[in-house]
């Protein structure tokens, strides 16, 4: 075996002189590098509590030199009103007289000429086995995280106000359905308390025939389906009360994605219902004034017949027969009376919206037409009517559609002029039950279409028409589960109105 060179035994006995000391200007350079752009300011301290370095962050935020800061004691390099604050002279000192970091707190810092800066601090000791040779003053600048926690609390404050001010109940879950929060305008509606609300089932509140649709919505949300924006869902009161509520759902999402939570806002349908109510009832009468001079028209034929019969009997008679038939002319005539004055109550009384029935859609189509038949007599108006079967089982409330049918033909009559045709056809057409009302009258503009069913929008001159009728007619037949439209209309050539509602299955 041969003997190793001499010349290699350096290469296995470590690093020569001038490898060593580029090893170390390598580790000073790496130093130096982290401890300037380490994004703290640094501050190395000996124990007679002089600055023995400090990185470049501090010495650019504090607006300092390396010159009036290394080797000067630290008293002079922060501001006499900081030292005095924070006793940070103290702490340091305890630092190495302990042996143990302090924990931490936190100082406001302002250098010359730069906005308040916000700073948490510590100080930690720099050990020589158990002697303490150096203490480190660790500065993180927080400012920006005060602020943004700031704007955060701010947001937070200025939501929760916005929801706390709401009129509408404003309610968030989670994703069980379980209700998180409960705002003012939800205990004022509800009767419940906010403390009594929060942990209970929001489909528990509801009404009891709809608490799967309340769960089912929820549920839907938290899978990440897509639920209808408004749904009509009824709220029950603490009071037992059934307060009609129309909700738009919305998820929470976290950073993930996944749904956290859901926001369900809800607008008390109760005013609306009773102003609708009313608007109902004044459309209801003013189309009933529209009526008034066929009904009196109509009215006046049997009371002039009873009104002789009565006379023919007031004089002498040997005969019988001839005082029995003034006798039925009298009571015929009144019952005729009777039926029409009947039938007009029977459009001027109020009615509930929230009463359904089961229906026969003929029967209540021809009801309608018999009382409008004075008017179309009066106004020359060839009244028709067609029926496909003499059975069309729906649900709702009579009063209610019929007023639908009773504005649709009188706005039939209203684009007549000069007498004209008006033909009213119902018929079945797959799971639908159809009302078409069809007039040779103006037609309707085609940049009218529209608009016809918006409130308040009449073509007619002021003082002659609402511009509710329509739109009435469209939120009845919603509320029925139906749907109205227009259709073959052509301006000078008529309109066809149709109304679809849904068959009723009878078992």
Same mark, same amino acid.
């Given at each position: 075996?041969?003997?190793?060179?001499?010349?290699?035994?350096?290469?296995?006995?470590?690093?020569?002189?001038?490898?060593?000391?580029?090893?170390?200007?390598?580790?000073?350079?790496?130093?130096?590098?982290?401890?300037?752009?380490?994004?703290?300011?640094?501050?190395?301290?000996?124990?007679?509590?002089?600055?023995?370095?400090?990185?470049?962050?501090?010495?650019?935020?504090?607006?300092?030199?390396?010159?009036?800061?290394?080797?000067?004691?630290?008293?002079?390099?922060?501001?006499?009103?900081?030292?005095?604050?924070?006793?940070?002279?103290?702490?340091?000192?305890?630092?190495?007289?302990?042996?143990?970091?302090?924990?931490?707190?936190?100082?406001?810092?302002?250098?010359?000429?730069?906005?308040?800066r916000n700073y948490f601090y510590t100080v930690i000791p720099i050990k020589t086995g158990a002697r303490v040779e150096h203490?480190?003053?660790?500065?993180?600048?927080?400012?920006?995280?005060?602020?943004?926690?700031?704007?955060?609390?701010?947001?937070?404050?200025?939501?929760?106000?916005?929801?706390?001010?709401?009129?509408?109940?404003?309610?968030?879950?989670?994703?069980?359905?379980?209700?998180?929060?409960?705002?003012?305008?939800?205990?004022?509606?509800?009767?419940?308390?906010?403390?009594?609300?929060?942990?209970?089932?929001?489909?528990?509140?509801?009404?009891?025939?709809?608490?799967?649709?309340?769960?089912?919505?929820?549920?839907?949300?938290?899978?990440?389906?897509?639920?209808?924006?408004?749904?009509?869902?009824?709220?029950?009161?603490?009071?037992?009360?059934?307060?009609?509520?129309?909700?738009?759902?919305?998820?929470?999402?976290?950073?993930?994605?996944?749904?956290?939570?859901?926001?369900?806002?809800?607008?008390?349908?109760?005013?609306?219902?009773?102003?609708?109510?009313?608007?109902?009832?004044?459309?209801?009468?003013?189309?009933?004034?529209?009526?008034?001079?066929?009904?009196?028209?109509?009215?006046?034929?049997?009371?002039?017949?009873?009104?002789?019969?009565?006379?023919?009997?007031?004089?002498?008679?040997?005969?019988?027969?001839?005082?029995?038939?003034?006798?039925?002319?009298?009571?015929?005539?009144?019952?005729?009376?009777?039926?029409?004055?009947?039938?007009?109550?029977?459009?001027?009384?109020?009615?509930?919206?929230?009463?359904?029935?089961?229906?026969?859609?003929?029967?209540?189509?021809?009801?309608?037409?018999?009382?409008?038949?004075?008017?179309?007599?009066?106004?020359?108006?060839?009244?028709?009517?067609?029926?496909?079967?003499?059975?069309?089982?729906?649900?709702?409330?009579?009063?209610?559609?019929?007023?639908?049918?009773?504005?649709?033909?009188?706005?039939?009559?209203?684009?007549?002029?000069? %007498? =004209?045709?008006?033909? *009213?056809?119902?018929?079945? !057409? +797959?799971?639908?039950?159809?009302?078409? #009302? &069809?007039?040779?009258?103006?037609?309707?503009?085609?940049?009218?279409?529209?608009r016809i069913f918006d409130p308040f929008f009449t073509t007619r001159p002021v003082g002659q028409g609402t511009g509710l009728?329509?739109?009435?007619?469209?939120?009845?037949?919603?509320?029925? %589960? =139906?749907?109205?439209? *227009?259709?073959?209309?052509? !301006? +000078?050539?008529?309109?066809?109105?149709? #109304? &679809?509602?849904?068959?009723?299955?009878?078992?």
């Amino acid at each position: 075996m041969k003997n190793a060179d001499p010349r290699n035994t350096s290469a296995s006995s470590g690093p020569s002189p001038a490898s060593a000391l580029s090893s170390e200007g390598w580790y000073e350079q790496l130093y130096h590098m982290l401890l300037g752009n380490i994004p703290f300011s640094l501050i190395l301290i000996d124990p007679s509590l002089r600055v023995v370095s400090a990185n470049r962050n501090f010495i650019e935020k504090s607006r300092r030199t390396e010159a009036n800061t290394i080797g000067k004691p630290i008293r002079d390099v922060f501001p006499e009103t900081i030292m005095e604050f924070t006793q940070l002279e103290a702490k340091i000192r305890n630092v190495f007289n302990t042996g143990l970091p302090l924990s931490g707190a936190q100082m406001t810092y302002r250098a010359p000429g730069v906005p308040i800066r916000n700073y948490f601090y510590t100080v930690i000791p720099i050990k020589t086995g158990a002697r303490v040779e150096h203490a480190m003053l660790v500065m993180d600048d927080i400012t920006e995280k005060l602020q943004l926690s700031e704007k955060v609390r701010m947001a937070e404050r200025h939501l929760a106000s916005v929801v706390e001010c709401a009129h509408d109940l404003v309610i968030s879950t989670d994703p069980k359905g379980c209700i998180t929060s409960w705002n003012t305008a939800a205990e004022r509606i509800s009767g419940y308390r906010s403390d009594v609300a929060r942990g209970r089932l929001l489909a528990d509140l509801s009404e009891t025939t709809q608490r799967k649709d309340m769960a089912a919505i929820i549920r839907q949300l938290v899978d990440g389906g897509v639920v209808e924006f408004f749904s009509e869902i009824n709220l029950v009161a603490m009071s037992g009360i059934l307060i009609p509520v129309d909700w738009s759902f919305s998820p929470i999402r976290d950073d993930s994605g996944k749904v956290s939570g859901i926001v369900a806002v809800g607008r008390d349908l109760l005013e609306r219902r009773a102003l609708e109510q009313h608007l109902y009832q004044s459309e209801k009468l003013a189309a009933l004034g529209v009526m008034a001079g066929g009904i009196a028209h109509e009215l006046r034929n049997p009371l002039s017949v009873s009104f002789s019969a009565a006379q023919f009997l007031l004089e002498p008679s040997d005969d019988p027969v001839f005082q029995q038939e003034c006798v039925g002319k009298i009571l015929e005539g009144i019952e005729r009376s009777s039926l029409i004055i009947e039938n007009l109550l029977r459009f001027a009384r109020p009615s509930s919206s929230n009463q359904h029935e089961s229906l026969n859609l003929v029967n209540l189509v021809r009801e309608t037409l018999s009382v409008l038949a004075p008017q179309a007599k009066l106004q020359k108006i060839n009244l028709v009517e067609h029926y496909g079967e003499t059975f069309l089982p729906v649900s709702g409330n009579a009063n209610l559609l019929q007023q639908v049918i009773m504005n649709l033909v009188l706005n039939a009559f209203q684009a007549i002029s000069g %007498g =004209g045709d008006v033909s *009213v056809l119902t018929r079945r !057409e +797959g799971d639908k039950a159809l009302v078409c #009302v &069809r007039d040779n009258g103006c037609g309707i503009s085609p940049a009218h279409l529209t608009r016809i069913f918006d409130p308040f929008f009449t073509t007619r001159p002021v003082g002659q028409g609402t511009g509710l009728g329509l739109s009435i007619c469209h939120t009845l037949v919603k509320q029925h %589960g =139906g749907s109205i439209g *227009v259709e073959n209309s052509v !301006e +000078g050539q008529g309109s066809t109105f149709i #109304v &679809r509602l849904p068959l009723e299955t009878v078992s």
